[in-house]
């Protein structure tokens, strides 16, 4: 058997079942009128909903977004990554219970959402759905959130009143990547005559590969153990910058984590990012951690994107690897660019 470490990185309805719980995602608000160059929210755009009856036990459960292609009217393109989501409430009914809050889960603060990739809401729950019920008793828990457009002069880009379809589907799985149920849900961005003036807006983004969305580090015979593993993705993390910008990492979770609850110090993977061809930027090996640690940093790229290939890798001879279980173990890491 081997050992994996695996790093995890936001109409016509399906309904899938697994076990006892159910699961439904809808629109509150679905329309959101953009009349400044601030940007704007809506407090209460989705809610989703697990229903259930009797004993659950649903550990490290998770909750995606993914949007169904391109934003776009056909005439204009609205960028995705000006699109997030965030947590708001968690409500619902449980026994004992009650249900668990956002914190309790561990949920990115904010989601962004990129074109046909999974980005996740809820990356691996750190609290179970569940209820203990000898007469069948009824469970359910609803998550609320908020959609956020990002302000910046790239809105005077659009003349007043278009409009923009943004396609959503939101899905939850189990811990074994089992889906429980997914809908794909729909939401309009409509550009209004905008006030004030363009600003002179700090535009950033950081984007990561599909291929790099799920890093793998594996131990498959005796030199992994005496001579640690490591894992490349080559032109993983995309960065994007008008100013002086700087990138940090920080584990969502407090350890390493399998499906039977054995654990792994974080420290005890290592990565560093490696500015690729073209990139003058700084970057700055570290041992994951729940803090939120400097990866690299640079100059402005002209708002042209740069890429920095990501590696994961182990020490030799860690101790903590050779007495661990036989077990695939997890966790998720946030990516963030800020202004230097």
Known sequence: MSKKIFIIFLFISIQCFAGKLTFKPWE????????????????????????????????KWRLSAQLKGVITNGTYTFPADKVSFQPVFTTGSATPGPVPTIQQIGMPASVFLQENVEKYLVPSSNAPLSNTSNSNGAFYMEMGFSLTVAGGAYL???????????????????????????SVIYFKLQIAQLSGTPPTSTEMSLKLASDAVNGTLEFKTVQDYTNGVSVSYPNALIVKSNTNYQVKVKSIQGQFTSAAGSTLALDAVQMVLNPASGNTGSTFPISLSTSSQLVAKGGTTQSANVYYDVKYSTSANDNRFIEAKMEDYATTIQYEIMPQ
């Open 28 to 59: 509150n608000n679905s329309f959101l009128q953009i009349n400044s160059y601030n940007g704007n929210m809506s407090q209460n755009a989705f809610t989703v909903r697990f229903d259930g009856n009797g004993n659950i036990d649903e550990p």
């Open 156 to 182: 005077g880009n659009y003349p007043a009143w278009t409009e923009f379809s943004v396609p959503v589907e939101i899905a939850a799985y189990d811990q074994y990547s089992n889906l429980i149920g997914k």
